[in-house]
């Protein structure tokens, strides 16, 4: 349990105030039976204070993803295992999450769609022009937002499909 955990020294007050409630959260899903796959999660960056040998033994901060997992058939034995993140993982990560950024936030809509035209992802302005969220918009096809317009809809899907540009469609 969340408590056993605290009290076997390895308390997730160690995790900065930012990523704190994200480990709470992985750890009571996990404790739960709630995590994606039913006895595992793993929680990406979570930026710890701790205690190295190479610091000569003072704080530092640094960045782990933790794999959280409980023991099958167990009392509800949790296990953590913490594995450092390198700076040249968390430079990679900060570009990754610029350039999501960037689409997320662009000025104009844009989204992504399977090949049989169901939404794969769409960015916060394409729901925001249209007034759905998230939930409502993903995953469906996007057929039932364009119902006056679905034989251009299917030209362009026919152009695409064949490999050419979209031009005067």
């Given at each position: 349990s969340n408590g056993d955990f605290i009290k076997k020294g390895c308390s997730e007050d160690k995790a900065h105030a930012d990523a704190r409630d994200r480990f709470?959260?992985?750890?009571?899903?996990?404790?739960?039976?709630?995590?994606?796959?039913?006895?595992?999660?793993r929680v990406r960056d979570i930026e710890m204070t701790t205690v190295t040998e190479e610091n000569s033994g003072f704080p530092v901060h640094k960045r782990f993803d933790w794999f959280i997992s409980r023991i099958s058939g167990d009392d509800g034995t949790i296990i953590l295992l913490g594995d450092p993140v390198s700076d040249q993982d968390t430079s990679q990560r900060e570009k990754e999450l610029e350039l999501i950024d960037f689409f997320q936030n662009a000025p104009i809509a844009l989204h992504w769609l399977t090949g049989a035209g169901n939404v794969l992802w769409a960015n916060q302005t394409e729901l925001n022009v249209l007034g759905y969220t998230a939930e409502e918009y993903i995953g469906q096809p996007i057929m039932n937002f364009c119902p006056d317009e679905q034989e251009l809809v299917l030209e362009i899907f026919k152009q695409l499909g064949s490999g050419n540009a979209i031009r005067d469609v």
């Open positions: 709470r959260s992985a750890i009571a899903n996990v404790a739960s039976g709630k995590a994606g796959d039913g006895h595992r999660v």
